[in-house]
């Protein structure tokens, strides 16, 4: 397949759903051959078998566990055998926050586990993919960070350490990497709708209006939105840019407390999109 990844193989974690799943398509449309990773085997292998036949191009499916150094090693083995070395990897597997507490009253497994899917995950995959990435002189590497990577909420203790680390995380490698032709740069995402999230909201156990409110552009961002953005990193013309962190965020971050100073404002969006855009997700 023609594409600015022809002949390159993406190696893309958390896969089979949302951001991952999303990420999987571009990637797979600039025709990158595609070297999948998720947690449950037939899920990624039905993840792989899709896109194959939607885009024409070779796609295989390993499972994995990110926060386990064995299933890394040997998915990443596989993976390598299936299709070849990976050149551009993107880690997407994560988990929300399960428990939305202050730290002292959370379990402290909780915080381990967050900080193992999200930040040794990353590592691990990027310590095992590098390698190659030098020896081919060319490397993209994108961490799915957050809005809670560059600022805090309270009750969050892990989630938010952990995406605060995968900023760390990204600009040491790209230091490191650097004269390498490897570019590590993160993405930011505020409220993205994808699956599990789709499926609180309408369970009643999240506030779609409510975040909408808080985000500038009066509403949730969508998966394809955030992969726009990691295909553009991975682009081989994006090569001189790294080590940088990337808000897909619709303006929450830059936005301040206005404290009692509201002033006038426009009515926010009270549907789920600006109405105009809105693509069918398959994510
Ligand atoms: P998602 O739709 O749930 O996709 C995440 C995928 O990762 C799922 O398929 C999940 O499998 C898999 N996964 C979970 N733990 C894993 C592990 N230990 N090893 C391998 N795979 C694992 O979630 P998403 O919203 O796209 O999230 C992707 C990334 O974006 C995460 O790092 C998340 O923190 C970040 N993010 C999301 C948002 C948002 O609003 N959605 C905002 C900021 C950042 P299971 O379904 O089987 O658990």
Redesign the pocket.
Same mark, same amino acid.
């Given at each position: 397949m023609a594409g600015t990844l022809a002949g390159r193989v993406a190696l893309v974690?958390?896969a089979?759903?949302?951001?991952?799943l999303a990420t999987a398509r571009a990637l797979g449309r600039m025709g990158a051959a595609l070297a999948l990773?998720?947690?449950?085997a037939d899920r990624i292998a039905a993840t792989a078998a899709q896109l194959r036949a939607e885009l024409a191009v070779d796609a295989v499916g390993e499972a994995?566990?990110?926060?386990d150094p064995e299933t890394c090693a040997s998915a990443h083995a596989a993976l390598e055998r299936a299709v070849g070395p990976p050149s551009v990897l993107v880690s997407?597997? *994560?988990?929300?926050a399960q428990e939305i507490k202050p730290l002292h009253e959370q379990s402290f497994a909780h915080f381990e586990r967050m900080i193992a !899917?999200?930040v040794h *995950?990353s590592a691990r995959m990027a310590a095992l993919c590098v390698p190659a990435m030098r020896a081919q002189r060319f490397g993209r590497i994108v961490h !799915?960070s957050?809005?809670l990577g560059l600022v805090a909420l309270p009750w969050r203790a892990g989630y938010t350490t952990a995406k605060h680390a995968l900023v760390g995380l990204t600009r040491a490698l790209a230091l490191e990497n650097a004269r390498y032709g490897i570019t590590v740069n993160a993405v930011a995402?505020?409220?993205?709708l994808?699956?599990?999230?789709e499926e609180r909201i309408r369970k009643g156990i999240l506030d779609y209006d409510r975040y909408a409110e808080r985000t500038p552009v009066g509403r949730w961002g969508r998966?394809e939105e955030v992969a726009r953005v990691i295909a553009f990193l991975c682009e081989p013309d994006s090569a001189f840019i790294t080590g940088a962190v990337w808000p897909v965020d619709g303006g929450w971050t830059m936005r301040g407390d206005p404290g009692d100073d509201l002033g006038p404002r426009p009515e926010p969006v009270r549907g789920r999109d600006d109405g105009g855009s809105r693509q069918q997700s398959s994510a």
């Open positions: 974690t958390g089979a759903s949302g951001i991952g990773v998720d947690l449950d994995c566990d990110v926060a997407c597997a *994560g988990i929300n !899917i999200h *995950g !799915i957050s809005i995402p505020g409220y993205i994808t699956p599990v999230l998966p």
